[in-house]
């Protein structure tokens, strides 16, 4: 019997400024990386790191086949648990047509009116699944980043995973705003609960919209009219206004991340300035790092006057 391949797409290596903070912020060990639902459909923002060998990953998929892809030539780091991960309980996981839809909701067919966004509610079968709370996985902390994405069931997973999250650096989790099943919690919902565990919304990663289904759908051009936010990938973080409510290895985890994963180069600078204060980092290596980012990224104007760590610019 052929063996499932593992489609492994071209990753473009880590940018010189990420290589930098890798190769010169120092950090106790490896940066630990959880993935909830990880199924390989697309590389995941994390790629880089992996391709690297900078990183460790456990990853759950309890779709069968998505898991045996994975398992099919996992690089050293890697780990990968046929499991689902939820609030305890015996759920009934629906496979969908496009094993991205998964879920342990039904659709909300009657939600959809739009353009492009259709045939993957087919039925391919189901499974019975007693899921895993977080906090119950032995061995799983430290965790730096955590990725959720599964269709509907993140806030279980949140509530299930509070003392692992507590010193989790950086959160990546899909966020709903238009349903696509039916009854699960959308963005105001699963934004509290992580508010409620000390992480604030820090930006979108290329979120999903499509255009509203009309009679003149087939003459607008899809990738150009897309009116109706669905969902996509939300990255938060540790609240930043308290820093010293975060640990200092938990600050250069998060400053690698910022870095190399959601290109946050703000947030590098920023963190690299308090763990400067703690004597935590080398005291030159936030210019080092604005001076390796594209030209395009840095302010041109010469002679600009520096300003002190922590301290705005204000404009009207």
Not at 51 to 67: I, K
Request: aromatic share 6%; proline share 9%.
């Amino acid at each position: 019997m052929n063996q499932p391949r593992r489609i492994v797409p071209e990753v473009e290596p880590l940018p010189p400024a990420a290589r930098l903070i890798l190769e010169r912020l120092p950090r106790a060990r490896r940066l630990r990386v959880v993935d909830v639902g990880a199924n390989p459909l697309y590389p995941p923002p994390y790629a880089a790191l992996l391709a690297g060998g900078a990183c460790d990953l456990v990853g759950f998929e309890p779709d069968p086949e998505a898991y045996e892809k994975l398992m099919a030539d996992p690089a050293p780091g890697e780990t990968y648990h046929p499991a689902a991960i939820g609030d305890g309980q015996v759920q009934r996981l629906r496979l969908y047509e496009h094993s991205g839809f998964n879920s342990i909701f039904d659709p909300y067919l009657a939600g959809l009116p739009f353009h492009g966004l259709s045939g993957w509610e087919g039925l391919r079968g189901t499974l019975e699944v007693k899921t895993l709370r977080l906090d119950e996985v032995p061995g799983l902390a430290p965790v730096d980043l955590l990725k959720i994405d599964i269709q509907g069931a993140e806030l279980d997973a949140l509530k299930g995973g509070e003392a692992t999250l507590a010193k989790t650096g950086a959160v990546i989790i899909e966020q709903r705003f238009f349903p696509l099943y039916q009854g699960e919690p959308l963005f105001a919902e699963v934004d509290l609960e992580l508010r409620r565990q000390g992480f604030r919304l820090h930006r979108f990663l290329q979120p999903t919209a499509r255009p509203v289904a009309s009679s003149q759908s087939h003459r607008f051009r899809r990738r150009q009219v897309r009116d109706q936010l669905i969902d996509g990938d939300c990255v938060y973080l540790r609240d930043l206004s308290r820093p010293d409510l975060i640990g200092t290895e938990e600050l250069a985890q998060m400053c690698l991340l910022a870095a190399s994963v959601f290109y946050s180069h703000s947030v590098v600078a920023h963190l690299l300035d308090r763990l400067v204060e703690r004597s935590a980092a080398p005291a030159d290596l936030a210019e080092a790092y604005v001076d390796a980012l594209p030209a395009d990224l840095r302010e041109s104007r010469k002679g600009r006057a520096r300003r002190r760590p922590g301290e705005t610019e204000l404009r009207t």
